[in-house]
């Protein structure tokens, strides 16, 4: 499908791994330039490196900041004060214990996890609005709607985002901008591999095992019983950033493998 989004220029948050690395080549395949974020400026020159190669055809640029600071938006913004789409990716999360987590635990998830993709849709939405024209996508998940007890503060920041994204949408009212969110179900990505390394912290079983292990015990409803590829995700959030998906609006879109049981 012709998506209409060659030229446009997107800062896909948290895009030098998994599902934000995904969304940033989908993005990229139908002719944006990505602004790619991530901590570690070497990493992220390579994935930059590595996009342009892939598609020679747009402008990659690299915008290493930590985000989850005041200091890191605010230099980001500087050095790009307009983009025509903003993917709210960055997220962290562990499994955790209710029991042992502190204030400092759940003010950090809130920091992260919502904070960060608040500054910059505060910055950004505007500017789209005088525009007339742009796209913002928070990456919730499907804990959003579904809290899991074993990731308690990573749930609520979760469900927060679809209520910050809503928010957002309703400032959007007959204007061209847009605000939605996309809430992955269990998608293989380093962050994945990693906590699924402390979920099982004794198993000596390997990735794969681990992998059909969770789902089967802690993924149950999931009806693909298998984890989703990140650019599954990627194609849906292109989409969505796209001109095609101009009524899609306040909308919390699901691309959850049929995880959550409920029809709304
Ligand atoms: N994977 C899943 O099963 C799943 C399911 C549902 C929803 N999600 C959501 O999808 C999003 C991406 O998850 P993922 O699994 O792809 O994550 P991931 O593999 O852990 O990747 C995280 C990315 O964020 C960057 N990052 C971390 N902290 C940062 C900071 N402070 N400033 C800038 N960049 C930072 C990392 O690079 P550096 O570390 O180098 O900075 C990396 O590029 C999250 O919002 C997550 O909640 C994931």
Redesign the pocket.
């Known amino acids: 499908m012709e998506m209409y989004l060659t030229g446009k220029t997107a800062l896909v948050?948290?895009?030098?791994?998994?599902?934000?690395?995904?969304i940033a080549f989908e993005l990229a395949k139908e002719g944006v330039d990505v602004l790619i974020?991530?901590?570690?400026e070497a990493?992220?020159l390579d994935?930059v490196r590595e996009l342009k190669e892939q598609y020679p055809m747009t402008n990659p640029l690299p915008a290493?900041?930590?985000?989850?600071?005041i200091d890191?938006t605010n230099q980001l913004t500087k050095a790009f004060p307009e983009v025509d789409i903003l993917v709210?990716?960055?997220?962290?999360?562990t499994n955790s214990d209710y029991f042992k987590l502190t204030d400092e635990d759940w003010k950090h998830y809130f920091e992260?996890?919502v904070l960060?993709g608040n500054r910059l849709a505060q910055f950004y939405l505007p500017k789209m609005l005088v525009k007339d024209s742009g796209r913002i996508v928070f990456?919730?998940?499907?804990?959003a709607v579904m809290p899991d007890e074993e990731m308690p503060q990573?749930s609520m920041?979760?469900t927060m985002?679809l209520s910050l994204s809503k928010t957002l949408a309703k400032l959007t009212k007959g204007s061209k901008v847009t605000v939605n969110t996309v809430?992955?179900?269990?998608?293989?990505?380093?962050?994945?591999?990693?906590?699924l390394e402390n979920w099982f912290p004794d198993s000596t079983e390997d990735l794969v095992e681990k992998g059909r292990r969770f789902m089967s015990e802690n993924r149950p409803h999931s009806l693909i019983q298998k984890?989703?590829e990140?650019e599954e995700?990627g194609r849906m959030v292109a989409f969505v950033s796209s001109p095609m998906a101009s009524a899609f609006n306040g909308a919390a879109i699901r691309v959850?493998g049929g995880l959550v049981p409920t029809l709304y």
């Open positions: 948050t948290g895009s030098t791994k998994g599902i934000g690395k995904a974020n991530g901590r570690n990493v992220v994935v290493a900041f930590d985000i989850a600071t890191g709210n990716n960055l997220g962290i999360f992260v996890n960060s990456i919730a998940s499907e804990v990573y920041s979760k985002q809430m992955p179900g269990s998608t293989m990505t380093e962050g994945v591999v990693e906590m984890f989703i990140p995700i959850d």
